[in-house]
T-cell receptor
Framework: GQNIDQPTEMTATEGAIVQINCTYQ??????LFWYQQHAGEAPTFLSY????GLEEKGRFSSFLSRSKGYSYLLLKELQMKDSASYLC??????????FGDGTTLTVKP | NAGVTQTPKFQVLKTGQSMTLQCAQD?????MSWYRQDPGMGLRLIHY???????DQGEVPNGYNVSRSTTEDFPLRLLSAAPSQTSVYFC???????????????FGSGTQLSVL
């Protein structure tokens, strides 16, 4: 079966750095994806990892350790518009994307 | 530049009614899927398709049917609506389902469904 865990809520200050963790147990694992979802909107793609290591895309970075079943999303220089839900999703080679329940990030001034 | 188009945006049904949620994409994506999202929760996979003529069940398929007669369209049918199916439904597509194809999902804008 599939199991994905991430914290329910996090709060951080504008300009700071925040790390959102995700652990997964997935058979046939094929990659770990991060999506951002603002309230009332559809999710949008942020970053993904297939191999171990760090992927950097501007203010956002994502890390993967396949042996530990662990990933994190790092957001730097936080802005108010980064207040959103962040969804961790594990892809399998059978064609399924299984999502965690999401981490609601609140950025305060 | 339409991407993934879902209709309707809002729908209210009575228990026992049937309806079809429409989803179309114009990006020539092989992979399409339907998710439901309940308040405070992540996305749960209902059905998915890796190409025209091929469909498979996700985590929560009961009460829903799909078909994929063309690459572009992937409708979701509710056979006999129940209050437990009240949710937000998202259609999503991607180029493919192997790592080499960078299978990030593109989502439609969602359908808010209420079953009374």
């Amino acid at each position: 079966g599939q199991n994905i865990d991430q914290p329910t809520e996090m709060t951080a200050t504008e300009g700071a750095i925040v790390q959102i963790n995700c652990t997964y147990q997935t058979s046939g694992f094929n990659g770990l994806f991060w999506y951002q979802q603002h309230a009332g909107e559809a999710p949008t793609f942020l970053s993904y990892n297939v191999l171990d290591g760090l992927e950097e895309k501007g203010r956002f970075s994502s890390f993967l350790s396949r042996s530990k079943g662990y990933s994190y999303l790092l957001l730097k220089e936080l802005q108010m518009k980064d207040s959103a839900s962040y969804l961790c999703a594990a892809n399998t080679n059978a064609g399924k994307s299984t999502f965690g329940d999401g981490t609601t990030l609140t950025v305060k001034p | 530049n339409a991407g993934v188009t879902q209709t309707p945006k809002f729908q209210v049904l009575k228990t026992g009614q049937s309806m079809t949620l429409q989803c179309a994409q114009d990006m020539n994506h092989e992979y399409m899927s339907w998710y439901r999202q309940d308040p405070g929760m992540g996305l749960r996979l209902i059905h998915y398709s890796v190409g025209a003529g091929i469909t498979d069940q996700g985590e929560v398929p009961n009460g829903y049917n799909v078909s994929r007669s063309t690459t572009e369209d992937f409708p979701l049918r509710l056979l006999s609506a129940a209050p437990s199916q009240t949710s937000v439904y998202f259609c999503a597509s991607s180029l493919g389902w192997t790592a080499a194809l960078n299978e990030k999902l593109f989502f439609g804008s969602g359908t808010q469904l209420s079953v009374l």
